[in-house]
């Protein structure tokens, strides 16, 4: 799956000045996970929810995003969680690798259907059976 250029370069030139605050309703899934419980974010950004997670005391956090400049604030804001830069709609981890997978305006953020689904599907092929997949965006598109 390959994603215009375009894309990672505008949330690189955006990270220094881009802010998010899509609400996590944590009632949704904290009673279905433990302190060890294997999360990944996934379209990361700066590192906000990871960071909220992290508060709440989980520590097995994994924040994974396209743009470096984003994954490098992520990085200097939240020093113990593990991120990483990925390649667009790619998911390098293995087979039910977490409990819990977060998409927060991921799919807004995609420009196509093709890519809005590749990303769903990785999602729940990383995704242990039984696991939570918690995706929550805003209508911008059809």
Known sequence: MTIPRHQ???WDRAASSKTFGHPVCWDRFEGTLTPDSRILDYGCGYGRVCGELWEKGYRNIKGADSSPAMIEL???KFPGIN???VAPCTFPFEDAAFDLV???TVLTSSPGDREQRTII???RRVL???GVLYFSDMLLQD
């Open 121 to 123: 599907e990785e999602a």
């Open 128 to 130: 242990r059976t039984g």
């Open 102 to 104: 977060l998409l927060f």
């Open 83 to 85: 991120f990483r830069v």
């Open 8 to 10: 990672t370069e505008y």
């Open 74 to 76: 992520a990085r200097n």
